[in-house]
Antibody
Framework: QVHLQESGPGLVKPSETLSLTCDVS?????????WGWIRQPPGEGLEWIGT???????YYNPSLKSRVSISVDTSKKHFSLRLTSVTATDTAVYFC???????????????WGQGTLVTVSS | SFELTQPPSVSVSPGQTARITCSGD??????TSWYQQKPGQAPVLVIY???ERPSGILERFSGSTSGTTATFAISGVQAEDEADYYC??????????FGGGTRLTVL
């Protein structure tokens, strides 16, 4: 059974960099899947952050593109998120996820991690 | 990028059919998926490619699309269906967009 698990600091100071890792078990990270990050501020809706294909090709939310970097490490079976210059508005539950689809337009999120709360505060 | 608009809330009595809409100018050219999220849990995919149900999803859940509006329906609503529902689509630039979410209340 495929499982995704987020890990990383639960508290980040303003202006610093948020870094999270998602460990993939039960599936090859080099399969024809996309691997993505989605966040959800407390009491609010879902926001897609970005996606990486196993080849390293990335797609980012235009509103976050200048601060986001997503990478994949196939040897370690994980993918990572970096979000720079964080502020209180970046406080959210961060989900890692697997996206599946025959092409980028047909992508759907068929598997989610449990999510991890990251709070931005001094 | 593009936008998807959902009503903030929908209320329905048990046994009735709940319908949640998702509107967006880009939808005629893109597929819509739907997710169910219960409090404290990760979302679950319930409909993809406008009307397809993933394995294990109840037949009471269905999806359809017409022009710029996608609709998610639950027939014979039960108390356990109370949750937040999100529509989602992806465009040719690779961007993924979620609707703002609809809270379904079972009266």
């Amino acid at each position: 059974q495929v499982h995704l698990q987020e890990s990383g600091p639960g508290l980040v100071k303003p202006s610093e960099t948020l870094s999270l890792t998602c460990d993939v078990s039960g599936s090859s990270i080099s399969s024809n899947y996309y691997w993505g990050w989605i966040r959800q501020p407390p009491g609010e809706g879902l926001e897609w952050i970005g996606t990486v294909y196993h080849s390293g090709t990335t797609y980012y939310n235009p509103s976050l593109k200048s601060r986001v970097s997503i990478s994949v490490d196939t040897s370690k079976k994980h993918f990572s998120l970096r979000l720079t210059s964080v502020t209180a508005t970046d406080t959210a539950v961060y989900f890692c996820a697997r996206e599946t689809g025959t092409n980028i337009v047909t992508r759907v999120i068929d598997l989610w991690g449990q999510g991890t709360l990251v709070t931005v505060s001094s | 990028s593009f936008e998807l608009t959902q009503p903030p809330s929908v209320s329905v009595s048990p046994g009735q059919t709940a319908r949640i809409t998702c509107s967006g100018d880009a939808l005629p050219n893109q597929f819509t998926s739907w997710y169910q999220q219960k409090p404290g849990q990760a979302p679950v995919l319930v409909i993809y490619k406008d009307s397809e149900r993933p394995s294990g999803i109840l037949e009471r859940f269905s999806g359809s699309t017409s022009g710029t509006t996608a609709t998610f329906a639950i027939s014979g609503v039960q108390a356990e269906d109370e949750a937040d529902y999100y529509c989602q689509s992806a465009d040719t630039s690779g961007s993924v967009v979620f609707g703002g979410g609809t809270r379904l209340t079972v009266l």
